[in-house]
């Protein structure tokens, strides 16, 4: 990536692309269409879901070879390893699909990133609706693993080079089920501290998840999968819930990382922003919740915004 684009990303990361005060409000006038709940992608209508798709699909409109979506993909890239294994993966997940999320809202402020609850298919997850046509699209076919179907068939990405995009589920095992909601269960119920949550949602929730679908998603580059969107906002969620079941819990953060103990002041890089910052969605930088997740809750089903 040349330095100019390098510049526009990093922009893109710490908020400068985005109109307003604190540093995920939207351009003004539109607060009130995105203070809402992020749905389950079945909740969402046609309609709404259409507008998902093509607000994604803006993103990767592609000017001198580069789109907006390629320089997301490449914060992943570049950042990542500040996150993944360390105590500040969950904030540093959230900060980063709020980004995305106000990336798409600037084409179309009513949309939300929606969120997959693949326990609900965690037995045949290869034949949940939402690997199917109607969403997402299912595994890669041919040489190429090709993803041929679904609403970003011909999806192009750029990193590491030029290529459509790739699914190779379990790489060709056939793994037939995914972690499921007993499980979640457990590790949301489990009195263990924050870094313990935190290591369980990567080690047995993210990680499987990822390899599971493989291809892009499996791969540093695993932004380029659109599906990486609602698969983290299903993780964000988890998260979400865990803080809402305790609330004096709520603001835990701890553990170690690089030999250095985790503060809730750490900034979390490029996005410019601390910790603290990134642990209560009811600030006003967030502007999103999530329904209630089992323990008896009540399951949304229908898009609160329908």
């Known amino acids: ?65 580069t789109s907006e979506y390629d320089g997301i993909v490449q914060v992943h890239v570049d950042h990542a390893h500040t996150a993944y294994g360390t105590p500040a993966f969950l904030p540093w997940n959230r900060v980063f699909l709020r980004r995305f999320e106000l990336a ?5 402020p009513a949309v939300r990133v929606p969120y997959w609850d693949w326990t609900r298919d965690a037995r045949a997850p290869a034949s949940s609706e939402v690997l199917g046509d109607r969403y997402f699209g299912g ?60 290591a369980a949602v990567e080690s047995t929730l993210d990680a ?33 819930e865990r803080q809402a079941r305790d609330p004096t819990r709520a603001h835990a953060y701890a553990g170690t990382a690089l030999g250095r103990r985790a503060d809730v002041q750490d900034v979390l890089e490029p996005f410019g922003v601390t910790v603290a910052s990134a642990l209560d969605l009811r600030d006003e930088a967030f502007g999103y919740s999530y329904p209630r997740w089992g323990s008896g809750a009540e399951q949304e089903t229908k898009d609160p915004s329908s």
């Open 1 to 65: 990536m040349d330095e100019i684009s390098r510049r526009g990303v990093l922009k893109w990361a710490a908020g400068g692309a985005v109109l307003g005060g604190a540093w995920g409000l939207p351009a003004a006038g539109a607060a009130a269409a995105v203070e809402a709940v992020r749905p389950e992608v079945r909740a969402l209508t046609a309609e709404r879901w259409g507008r998902y798709v093509r607000a994604v699909r803006a993103l990767n409109r592609r000017s001198g070879g």
């Open 104 to 108: 798409l809202q600037r084409i179309d």
């Open 139 to 198: 595994n890669g076919s041919g040489e190429g693993r090709e993803v041929l179907d679904g609403s970003f068939a011909g999806w192009t990405v750029a990193h590491p080079s030029p290529h459509r995009l790739r699914r190779w589920y379990d790489e060709g095992s056939g793994l037939s089920s995914l972690p499921g909601a007993e499980d979640v269960e457990g590790i949301l119920a489990d009195d263990a501290g924050y870094d313990a949550f935190r």
């Open 208 to 240: 499987p998840f990822q390899a599971w679908v493989g291809g892009d998603l499996s791969a540093l580059v695993a932004p380029n999968d659109p599906l990486f969107w609602s698969h983290r906002a299903f993780l964000d969620l988890l998260w979400a």
